[in-house]
Nanobody, 127 residues
């Protein structure tokens, strides 16, 4: 019954914007840290951003700081990733994931902290 479903990916020109959604079902999303990760062909999965459950604190990879913003809408049980000023190197499949333990004060973008993953959504940045 647990589900995380990513949506909002697509093709965008360099400098453009996309907003990704991570919709949860079967659990209360706000009780858990939620992370965004991405994986390009031939590369390992990379942490992009996360938001904590207890404090709402956020963390970002250096490569996306100032361009990406993570947010949470508890009423919709959804986490978003607003991506601005997109670059070709942002091209990847983007995944959201739920932390193994609830009610954490801080979050990290290390994959081992997360135990449940969505199916991914493709983001392609190209002219």
């Amino acid at each position: 019954q647990l589900q995380l479903v990513e949506s909002g990916g697509g093709l965008v020109q360099p400098g453009g914007s996309l907003r990704l959604s991570c919709a949860a079902s079967g659990f209360t999303l706000s009780y858990y840290n939620i992370g965004w990760f991405r994986q390009a062909p031939g590369k390992e999965r990379e942490g992009v951003s996360c938001i904590s459950s207890s404090t709402g604190s956020t963390n970002y990879a250096d490569s996306v700081k100032g361009r990406f913003t993570i947010s949470r809408d508890n009423a919709k049980n959804t986490v978003y990733l607003q991506m601005n000023s997109l670059k070709p190197e942002d091209t990847a499949v983007y995944y959201c994931a739920r932390s193994s333990e609830p009610f954490q004060r801080r979050c990290f973008t290390t994959p081992y902290e997360y135990d449940f993953w969505g199916q991914g959504t493709q983001v392609t940045v190209s002219s």
